[in-house]
Structures are given as structure tokens and as C-alpha cells.
């Protein structure tokens, strides 16, 4: 005897073609300036980011970086539908999400540029920082999660994580536990197509990344990611969610990842060319900037206008990194433990020795 | 004895209990640490008295509990996490070399992982596999984790209240063999014990015997046991395992010109290493006898029929110290 | 614009009511004797091993044991439908499964007597060994068929896992690759409802765990796991789809820890005792020998003479295991590598001597 | 320098590919390996020539992936698995500890488990957090677990050789700083190297500096620099942590009476611990000076930009060196 214990679906939001035409009527409540503008013009500046950051590494000024070529609508969207004090746990392609939360633009080149004092600004409260490894992040946003609900505070946690690695456990025993316990979270995928090398299609067989949701026992959901208009139905949705403690989501935002996997990659060696020409009729920032042509909320004069401040923004924010003076040697050790202990503290001592040997011998700072 | 006698899980109990009333921040996690009390009942009746928002039943995922942990911790919580057996401590350690030892040095102290992941560990209770491992040493190694073992009731409990009270990561290590081995008094006073010196257990002046863990109890013993013999052993229980107080270690073999290092660990790169590199480095000369070592050897824990086997026992450290003493040049 | 990208669902299994009775027209394959009578008499066996491995244990002449009480359908049945080619990659609780492979009773008692040697019998073949940590044993499953599919060999790999081990990274990430690379291999979660202390349902939130296969993509059903004829079925089905190159499958089969966790175990302190006692009613064995009754496949006397002969092969299982001796000192330091390097063969020198000295002590072999 | 002088990295895909010629159970696993040859090239061409069945793309899981070998070399396979950066090898632990290691040991040698996994280690490359990582002690100190450091292009080639060939697990370490520092001539003729030998790169009476990795390059550097000064030093590449050839060790300090010790990973426990310790156990009295390591210090490796201020130098050799030649009690 067979019975059906079970049954789940996943479903695609999508408002605009590849070229920003409605795909049906519009919903009321896309129509209006709002928030589209300011959207348009965050996903412009955090382009004008990008490239300033790639031609920072390709002179020597700054080493690997992770291009966000590709992700600028989930990570405007996402980062603009978040409170104040709701948290970001980021991965290492979501400069435009930290820029939005208040993170200054110079400190974003200082910790691409290889110094720690990049994830130290207060402006970033108390969302996570930067770090490398991959799916951990999801763990962390479920215990910042569970700190929130034992406080009793009514705020939503985001995390965002790559196609890839939805593979890692990390990952999986994420979206349980957030689950069991409805956390307060909502996980992006920001499903790019890619994993360095390797496509989407051999991490997992399954037809979309969001049914990975309904394992756990929670809502999953596509999104396209480089449609402004459906990220911010879906997102909003669930960050409310969220916040109204009636537990987590997990999207799969579909977009391409336009640029090599970082500055030290070289996707030419594994990613046909034309798969990559046809993903750029698709992408994000056109796409919206065709919408608001075509609503009459944008135009020509606008454009020219906005690139020129932002360019000048960006310019102003290199700047300002460039004139943060070094750390000193001391600060390696210091910040490890909340007091040096006595024997790293003599380590300390010798370093700065060293340092000063180091520099008297007419050598740089560094190297 | 005193109704105050408790044995060193009573005061691992005890030391969470006080921290859980005193520190509305201070949650515990871990698996079957709720109505089970843990497996070893260290958490026995705290859900009862604390509930289920406190003292937390977590799905079965290492990774996770850790994961967790350290996302709590950035929020100013101070989970104190248990880990059933240290051998099941391997999927928590990218969370914690990658993320709790770094997050106030990735964030130049914005935020921090007050965090707490306690484990029993060390063999001789007839465990299944993987029940009796010794791997101390794979956590000391990691820059920003504090490595703490208790070898009595009453540093139990200080220091459990002390890595519970501390802003670094700790992980609290506790030697399972010895849970129940003795009671002796501890006063529930709140007071927590430092966790960057050693304590020295008996004064002597001819060989300095240093150990930690369940292996402090045959280190003892044979301490007795050469105190018979007209040996006069210094016992320091190092406690601490990073940062380690060298300073005391030193004084004392500076004293006594010899000294035993004993451990459950394995040998190759245990701990002992450390200390007897670092005592032969700073008085090579004021040495009488090279540094020697007891520990478990380079081979794999085996099941419990064989366990003892493995343990170094009073016998290999009194063969040790003897040696030890009649050693000329 | 909302469209649906996905849609999944699981099956459940199950024939036999709680008392034996069939629940609807019983398909003919399920009709006769064969394979009923052999599962119910290897069942029978399985609990009589039980039973004497707790009592040895109690007496003090074994370790802590895991019970398999409430798993005998289901070890069973999956051991039985096993190819000899086909490997097993079990967990702690299959003893029942290591039987029906070959390996000898008396190795079983070895084992959980705290004697390697217990999982060196050659009559184990290529199937893994007993190994405690949660879950990796789904991703050895994986990697074992992988080599199979390398070598071209059409033979299924079989691995089981409890209900809390599927909240576990290994396990999620094993089903992944085992879609992504449609491995032969069949995950069946024993969901005996207790983790320990932990129940079911602080795991997951999701109705059946089943549903993490389609997370995976892979194929997922339930069965009960009290119902021989269903788990003959189900894991039938899937043993051949594996073999035939057809993929994986996740089966749940739904069952109940009758016993404590473990020896050093006491669910009294956390499980009600009527929940113990509903589960009693559905139990597999009672069920199974209620529907050959029911057939006229099976009688008191036939139970009778199997109870005793099963007895006297347990028995003396017990007497051969009691006549192996001791490891030598050698045996901890050998197998540890192909050859015992240099200085651990040092180490082993010096345990013999004191394993010697020990023994003048006058001490026993063994503490 | 002739047409067959190569780089290490060269050396470990050379290796690779005379492995997966000579034995068909050879089989690389890992992330990006195909197609793109793996971060660092040292896969490439090899998918394009043995297939995507022999060399093949995993999913984004480093626990799955050595799970997956560990599975994989109990049914005769031989499985060569990259993990990225030995920063990600966390995830791989558990499978490490308490399978690999242990497979022949658990099924008294019914099971084998013949897999090697191979990372790119240490720092010095303006990479990322975490992708300069010298963690190596964590696994040395595992039995059962072999870990093979090379510091040349041919030692890369006759030890990668014969790590693939041993029927044990063996981690091996890639010191990617010097990966494409130097080439030299390596004939492709698929000898192997041994797995428990030091290699004593340079003969000296003075004193014995022991480094393994990418510091050798330093290590080599100052004993030129101290020859000028007179000071005659013998150069050992330890080359395999575990096990260690302590005896090769023991008889060069035995020579020289003085020692340096020189590794990237932290001090506080690593494997310079293990050898001096060992070093002034066996003989004290022959030494004529402590013996020192120049090690990293017990801290996080720095963000790229102040990785200069974590390695030690080639000055900071000289200067532990010629303290240690001008010792006197
Ligand atoms: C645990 C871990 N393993 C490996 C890496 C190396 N690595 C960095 S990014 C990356 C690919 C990630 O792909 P995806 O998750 O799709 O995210 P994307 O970079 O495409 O945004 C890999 C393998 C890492 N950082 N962490
Ligand atoms: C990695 C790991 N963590 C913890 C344990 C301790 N432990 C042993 S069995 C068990 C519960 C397992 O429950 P389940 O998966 O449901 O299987 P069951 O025992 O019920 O068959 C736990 C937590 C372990 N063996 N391995
Ligand atoms: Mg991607
Ligand atoms: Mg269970």
C-alpha cells in the first residue's frame, strides 16, 4: 500500500524579461519611483566599485579580489530591504551589501587591500565580517539568529552563500537547524552558475538549489537575480517573515557571475565564451536601467550625472584608504586575546625589535 | 567528609549552574544535555532549573553546535557548548580555528567569541572507540584558543567559571576517568581560578613532576610513593595549555634540576614536547638530568579491552623518576 | 510573475497493520513462504543475540553495548536482499546486517567486547567495519561506490543511518554527490525516533526525513520499518535501481528504539513510558510472526524449536568467543601502518617489557 | 639549464601523471581540478589526458572529499585528493582522524586505506586569509597519519611518488611560496623516495639547521651567508613529520653540537617542539649550546599585506645561529 506522506514545490518569481520589459501587468505596488531609483543608483555605484577595484589590483595596489560583477541587484536589493539593526553575515562577494550597511567605501579597499583593520569599522555594528571560508557563514547567522530570539528582539538575520557551497555541510545542517528551531534567518543563494570552475550542474542534480529547503523543513523559493523588482517582492517577504517570527527562508537568487572568480583566476580556461555573451544580455544593472527608461523615471542626462558622482565617490573613498597610515607591528598580536598573554607579549617584544632592524636595514615597511 | 564534598563533575555542574544564575547571557548547547543531563550528567537538572531557552538540545551536528556558538558569541550570548567525547570534536574545528580564535583579531576587537566548548576526554573508563582519545594538543596549537583541564573539584569549578567569564574562546577539557574518582570541598563562592598560571600540588625539591588531567591523580601517587623512597617531588598540574605559564614550570626545575613530564597524549608532538623544549632551550645547563617524558604512545587509543595497555600507569612514572635521579652525565 | 520550478513528493510504504493484518489486497509477490519464514527466523536470531549481548554486558563480561531491539525487520531484511558483491557500510546499531553478511557470531561478541579483531574476519569481504562517529559512514558508502562504478562493477552499496544523524553535514553532503554522480548506493535512515535523549522531532521540522533526498535530487520514500514485506519492497527496489546504474535512494525507514540508547543508557529519564509501551504494539517481529500465523506459514511448535536452536547457536557463539585469546602488546602497534616504522617499533619494545614486568606483578593480563 | 628542469609544482603534476599512467587505481579528486587545472596548475593537463573518470571535479565539500577517499581506498582505489588550500582542511578532519588513519588499525589489516591528500601550504603569496596557513603539527601528531613535506622539485617528484605508492594515508604538503621559485633538472624515471628519511641537503661540522617546507629556501640561504662568516652548517630537510627520523637528527647534532631549528608555523607547540625536545632528551651533555627555533609566532597569520612581518627571515636565522655558535653556559 503506498500513501503520500509528503508534497513540495518551488516557485520563480520573475517581473522582467532579459531587457526590462514586464514579463505580465505589473503589480501596483512596482510601479512609482520608489525604491527603484535609489536601487538603480546603488547598483551603478557598487559597478563603478568593482571596476575601480579590479584596476587597483591589475597595478599592484591591492592583491586577490572577488569581482561582484553580476550580483549587483541581490546585493543592493537585499542589503537596502535590511533594518538598521537587523544583521548582515556576509561572503566575500557582498562589498555592496557592506557599502549599504554603512560600511565606508575606503575601508572596503582596506581589507581587499590585505589589512584586517578593514573589518573593524563601527559603522558595522554588529554584523559579521569577511571571511574566506566557505558555508560557514549560514552556521553563523543561525546562532546571531538564536542570540536575537533569546533577546526577545524582533530582527532578521541575512545570510548569503555561493551555488558551491550549498554543497558544504555547513550549509545543510544550517537550513535543520534554522528549521527546528525557526530561526529568524533568511539565506541567499547567490546562485552564479559557477564555483570557481565548476558549474552549477555538478554540485547537485536537482533542478534548482532552493528545494534544498524543503529537507530541512522550510520555505525555499527562485528568485531572478537579476531582476530588481522580483528580488524585492521576494526578499522583502521574507525578511518580514523573518521579523514576524514566523521562521526562515531560503532563496536562490539565479544570476551569472560576469567576472573570473576572483582577480587570480582566469575563466577563459574553463568557461565557454559564449555562455558568457549570452549571460550579459541578461544582466542586472541594464536590465533595470531599460525599466526605468522605459517608466520614465530615468534618463540620459540622469546617467551621465550619477556615473560622474560615483566615480568621483569612489575616486574620494581611494583616497582615503591611501592615506590610512600602516599598522604597526603590535597590532598582529594585540586584539588575539582581550589582554596580550605574558608569553606573546614577549613575542611582541621581539617583533618590534625585529621591525626596527627590518627598517634600519633601509627596507620598506613591508617586505 | 563535608556536605560539601563534590566530585569534579558536581563541580563542573556547579560552576555552569552558578554561571547560568549569574549571567542571564550564559546559555549552554550540545546534544542530550536537556532532560538527559548530558551523558555524563554534567548538566543534570540545570534544564529543569533553568529551561529549555538556557540550557538547549541541539540536532545532532558537531559542525553546527560549533558554528552556532561562535554566531551567538559575536551577539554578547556566552554559550558554553558540550561536545559529547573529545573524539567527536573534529567537525567543530574549522569553526574554531577559522572563526573563534580569529573573530576578534579578524575585527580588530569590533566583536568577540566569549564562547565556551567543554568536552570530556581521556580513556580508562571502558568507552567504545573513540570514547578515550587525548587530543589536547591539536587545540593548543591554535593561536586565540585557550586550552583549559581542571584536575580536581575545586579547579573545576574555578576554572569553568573563569572560561565562562572570559571574552576569549575556551575549550574546557575535562578528564572523564576522574569524574567521580574523589570527592573533596569546594565552596560555591563564585570565585574563579586564574587561566595563565600552573598550580603547583606539592612542593619539592629534588625532580619537578608535571602533568595535567587524569594523569595528576598517578603523578600524585607516585609522589607518595617516592616520598618513601626519599625523593622529594614538586607536582605541578599545568592546567592551562595556551597560553602555558611557562614561567612557573621553570622556576621549579630551576629549583630541582630535573623533571617528568607525564601525559595520556600521544608522544610524537604531544604537549610534553613543548614544555621539555622549552625547559631544555632556557636551562640547558642548570639541567642535572635530561627532561624526560611519560605519555601514551604513537599508536591509536585501543578499545577498552586493551585501554590500560595504552595508559601510562605510577609504575612508568616511578621507573621514569628513578632514572631520572641516578642519571650522571 | 509566479511560476512553479519544482514539485516533489514522498511515498510510504507499508503493508501489514500493527498487528500482522494486511491493510488492503496483499500483492502475490507477497504471498508464500519464501523469503517470510527465513526474515522472521534470521529476526528471531537477531533479538535472541540481543538479548545475551545485554545480559553479558549486565554481568560485566562486556562493554557498552547498542541494542538493536525495534531494528530486527529492518537489518534484515536490507542484509538479506544484499548481493554477496554488493557492500555494506553499516553503523553501530546493524549487528543483525553483519550477521546475514557472514561474519560469525563469536566475531560480533569480539567486537563488543573491546577487541579489535572483531571487525578482521575475512569473512566481512570488502564490507567497512563498525565505526562510531555519526554519519561519516554515508559518505564512505559514496566513495566505495564510486570505486565500484569506476571498476564497472554493477554491484549497490548499502549504508544505514539513525533519524539523528541525518541532521549531520556528512550525511547531506553524501546524498548530494550521490545525485550529483548517480552513485549505486541506497541510504536507508533507521528513524527509530530517539537521537539518544533527543526525539525526532527536535531534529528536523520536516515531516519525513525522507524529503532531504530531494534536496539531493535523488529519489526518497518512507517504509515501515516494522513491516518486512514493505522494507522488502522498498529496499528491493532500490538495490536493483542501484545495481542497474539507475541511482540512489534515501529510504526512512520508520521504526522505534525499543531499548535504551546504549547499555550505559537510561531512557527512563527522558522518554515517557507510554510512548514505550504504544511501540510495543507495532513491533516487527511480533508482526511478522502474527501474518505467517495468518498464512499458516508458521506455528508454536516451529517457534519453539527455532527459539531453542537459536539459543544453542548464540550460546555457542558465546563459548567461541571466550575461547579466543588475548591480543598480544604487538597487536597495538602493528596495523598501524603497512610496516611499523622505526620508532614506533621502539615503543612497541618497551611495551612489551612492561606489559611483562605487569604480568610478574603478579597482575591479570588485562588492568 | 637543460629542457627537463622544472619547477616543484611541475614536479607534483609530473608525479601525478606517471602515477595515473603506471597505476590504473590511481584517481585525483578535488575542487577545480579539471578543467581548470586547480587554482595552482598542478592538475593541469592531466584531466585532458587521463579523463574526467581519473581526474575528477568534485562538489564544494571537503568533508565529502575525504570521506569519499577514505571509502574509496578500502576497495583498492588510490585516491589522490587536493584540498585548495590547507586552510580548508578542517572539514577534513574527522574523516582523517578517525577513518583514514585508522582503517588498517581498526580491521586489523583486513582494510587498508592507501589515499593521499594533498594542499598547497604557508604563506608569502599575497593570498587571502586563510590561504597562508603552516597548520601542519595538527596533522603530524596523528598516528597512522603519514605527512610529507617536500622542499625541491625532485624531492616534490620521488616523494609524491611514493606517498601515491604507500599503502598507508599520507598527507602531503605543498609549500607553495616555492613553488615556482626555482627550476631544476628532475628525470620523469618514477623512482620514489623514501617516506622515512631526512635528507641532509649540505654537510657542516658547526652546527645543524633543520627546516622543512618552504623555509629551507632561508635555511640554505644563511648557511651560504655563514659560510663567508666561517661558520660551517649541515642542512637537514626533515621532509616527513610523521614519523619523524629522529636518528638522522640525533647523529647530525651529535657531530656539530649545535642546533637551530627553523619552521613558518606557530612556536607554541609545533613541531620544533617535538624535535628539540627530542634533541635535548637524548643528549644533553653533548650539546654545547641550547638549541633555538626560529619559528612563527603565536598569533594569526596577518592579512596580506603584513605577511613579511609573520615569516621569519633569513636574518632572523643568522641572528639565532650566531647566538647559538657564541654560546658559553
Ligand atoms: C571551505 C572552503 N573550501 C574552499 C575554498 C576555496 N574557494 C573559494 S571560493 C570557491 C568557490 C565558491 O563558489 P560559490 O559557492 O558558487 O560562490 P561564488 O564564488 O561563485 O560566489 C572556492 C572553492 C574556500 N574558500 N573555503
Ligand atoms: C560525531 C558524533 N557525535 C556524537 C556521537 C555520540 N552519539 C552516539 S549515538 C548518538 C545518537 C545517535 O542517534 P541516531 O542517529 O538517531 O541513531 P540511533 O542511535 O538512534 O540508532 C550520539 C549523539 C557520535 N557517536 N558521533
Ligand atoms: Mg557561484
Ligand atoms: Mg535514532
Redesign the pocket.
Known sequence: MHTISYQGEIRLTRYLNDRGTPLGEMPDWALGEQPWVGYYQQMVLARQFDTKAISLQRTGQMGTY?SLLG?EAIDVVCASLMQTEDVLVP???NHAMQMIRGMPISQLFLYWGGDERGSATPEMKRDLPNA?????QCLHACGVATALKLRGEHQAVLTM??????S?GDFMEAINVAGAWQLPVVFII???Q???SVPRSKQCIAPTLAQKALGAGIRGEQVDGNDAIALHEVVGQALERARAGKGPTVIEALSY?LSD?TTADDATRYRPADELKAAWVREPVARLRNWLHHQGLWDEAREQAWQAETKQLIEAAVADWQAIPEQTVDELYDDLYAECPPGLAEQREQARARQQRRVQKGGKHHE | MSDNAITLLDAVNLAMARALDEDPNVVLLGEDIGANGGVFRATDGLQARFGERRVIDTPLAETMIAGLSVGMATQGIRPVAEIQFMGFIFPAF?HLVAHAARMRHRTRGRLSCPMVLRAPFGGGIHAPEHHSESTETLLAHIPGLRVVIPSSPARAYGLLLAAIRCDDPVVFLEPKRIYRASKTLVEDNGEALPLDTCFTLREGNDITLISWGAMVQETLMAADRLADEGVSCEVIDVATLNPIDHATLIASVHKTGRCVIIHEAPHHGGMGAEISATLSEQMLTSLQAPVRRVTGDDTVMPYYRNEQLYLPDVDDILIAVRETMEYSG
Open positions: 572577488a550580483g561572503y566575500y562577494r574566506v571560508p566557505i558555508a560557514t552563500i555561493g551555488d558551491g557551497g550549498t558544504k547567490n546562485n552564479n559557477w564555483a570557481i557571475r572568480h | 574549522e
